[in-house]
Nanobody
Framework: QEKLVESGGGLVQAGGSLRLSCVAS????????MAWYRQASGKQRELVAT???????NYADSVKGRFTISRDNAKNTMTLQMNSLKPEDTAVYYC???????????????WGQGTLVTVSS
């Protein structure tokens, strides 16, 4: 079964750094765009950053210059390096991927279970 598993969340002081990782597993024909989303308590889930298979990236204005998204297509992994963290970055962070799976070949959108990032002031 296709799945995404995040890791790397935790508690950090404002100004600190964390690195989130996402590992994809399953019967993939191809993994296309991958993304990180986050959802703070009581708020809607929001897009943080995206990365295409070719490495093109986009970021939410709130994280530009502080967060860096990257991926390794050979290992089916994605990371989010988060620097200069702020209390308002506190949220559950989710990994997302648009994939094409085999048996039969079809597109899917898959999500991870989320990892909590807490930034203390």
């Amino acid at each position: 079964q296709e799945k995404l598993v995040e890791s790397g969340g935790g508690l950090v002081q404002a100004g600190g750094s964390l690195r989130l990782s996402c590992v994809a597993s399953g019967r993939f024909f191809m993994i296309n765009t991958m993304a990180w989303y986050r959802q703070a308590s009581g708020k809607q889930r929001e897009l943080v950053a995206t990365i295409t298979r070719g490495g093109n990236t986009n970021y939410a204005d709130s994280v530009k210059g502080r967060f860096t998204i990257s991926r390794d297509n050979a290992k089916n992994t994605m990371t989010l390096q988060m620097n200069s963290l702020k209390p308002e970055d506190t949220a559950v962070y989710y990994c997302n991927a648009a994939v094409i799976v085999t048996g039969p070949i079809r597109p899917l959108e898959i999500w991870g279970q989320g990892t909590l990032v807490t930034v203390s002031s």
